[in-house]
């Protein structure tokens, strides 16, 4: 089969490339589709080289610097994508990906991170963060996302199939897209050779500085623990207000190798995340590093860690997105950090290896390719049943 890979905006190597480099490994002639590459040179490894086909917003002078400020274009541009020559579409989704047009006799599957956030359930949090709130402003805002909530629902009746990267999302694609999706966790590369586990007196955040994560209230949280270390791996829009956040004891560290992070990560006490995610592949990774994690209950963590009620737990959850509620997290922690084991944790995480994932999604998009080749057989049969067998003549009636 001719693959074609089609995935929204590649500005880092985060969770949805890693999904990308395991298609690769799946398809491994596939060709690849992308609104928009400005993936930096060092992290391009999992592209082997690969020739990328992007859309006509790749060639604006300085995108790199303002491309979230034409999300209004993007679903045009994913449509400009031109993929009529291959057999099998797949999209790795969580903006515009899965937009892409296709041609009947196609087979388009798609993969699909989360719906468009910023224009469903994290719409508020958006337009407060870009102090669109208010003003004519904030009305064009709305209205804009209101375009994208109509084009967005649209799109995603496209696919042939859906798959997800949890339940948490399968919820979401059912409640505004009114989509059944397949959950196939997504691949965490836990098999990879780790600093040895040697916790030490810090805490843990790692992952990119968005709004959503709410790094900002762990720094606070730990400002009013002055006993209490906290360290912060990331880069990323949010960064200069985080970094404003440090104090003594809170120390924001930017961008680290991965190899820095992971020995950072092993010396941890505990990995902290505080914001709602879709899976929440950080947490898996320190989970594989035998690191317990503390974590709001909410989205895709709880489905990737055990909390306190089980016998074997690899981390605690906090009910309620407050500074209060962390700090009362980790002080729960420190009385009950004997239950914690880096084998629960390793154990835990050994169920999202990347083998699993190309398993799994290998095996979907067969069995969608097979039952969209016999609903084919089906409805060609209705609307053109076979030729009724040719009748006797009737006989002549005699004078």
């Not at 468009?116 to 958006?126: C, I, S, T």
């Not at 290896?353 to 390719?369: C, G, L, P, S």
Request: with cysteine.
């Amino acid at each position: 089969m001719r693959v074609a890979i089609v995935c929204d905006s590649m500005s880092a190597y985060g969770g949805a490339e890693r999904v990308i480099e395991q298609l690769f490994a799946i398809y491994p002639s596939a060709d690849l589709f992308t609104v928009l590459d400005i993936v930096p040179a060092n992290q391009r490894r999992f592209l082997e080289g690969r020739t990328i086909n992007t859309s006509f917003l790749q060639n604006l002078p300085g995108i790199s610097i303002y491309y979230r400020k034409l999300l209004h274009f993007w679903p045009l541009a994913v449509e400009q994508l031109d993929v009529t020559r291959y057999d099998l579409i797949i999209s790795s989704h969580h903006s515009v990906a899965y937009g892409v047009l296709t041609r009947p006799g196609q087979l388009h599957v798609s993969y699909v991170h989360s719906p468009m956030r910023y224009a469903w359930d994290l719409q508020h949090q958006y337009l407060c963060e870009a102090r669109l709130n208010y003003g004519i402003m904030g009305l064009m805002a709305r209205r804009t996302l209101h375009k994208a909530r109509i084009w967005d629902y649209s799109a995603a009746q496209r696919p042939d199939a859906l798959a997800t990267n949890s339940l948490f999302v399968a919820q979401r694609l059912w409640k505004t897209h009114r989509r059944h999706a397949e959950v196939i966790y997504p691949p965490v590369n836990v098999d990879r050779p780790r600093p040895p586990r040697h916790g030490g007196g810090y805490y843990l955040s790692l992952g990119r500085l968005v709004p959503y994560k709410r790094v900002d209230l762990l720094a606070r949280a730990f400002a009013k623990m002055p006993e209490r270390q906290l360290k912060i791996i990331g880069e990323g829009p949010d960064f200069r207000k985080i970094a404003a956040l440090a104090t003594p004891n809170v120390e924001v560290l930017g961008f680290r190798s991965d190899a820095a992070a992971a020995e950072l990560l092993a010396g941890a006490r505990a990995f902290l995340y505080a914001g709602i995610e879709d899976f929440g592949i950080s947490a898996v990774e320190a989970q594989a590093a035998g690191t317990p994690v503390i974590a709001f209950r909410d989205g895709g963590l709880t489905e990737t860690v055990i909390g306190l009620e089980s016998g074997q737990p690899t981390g605690l959850f906090f009910d309620e997105q407050s500074e209060s509620a962390i700090i009362d997290a980790v002080e729960r922690f420190e009385r009950h950090g004997a239950r914690f084991t880096s084998g629960a944790c390793i154990a835990n995480a050994a169920r999202f290896n990347e083998d699993r994932f190309r398993e799994q999604f290998a095996k979907f998009v067969e069995r969608v390719r097979l039952d969209c080749s016999a609903a084919d057989l089906v409805e060609r049969h209705l609307h053109h049943p076979p030729l009724a067998a040719p009748r006797a003549p009737a006989p002549v009636p005699r004078a």
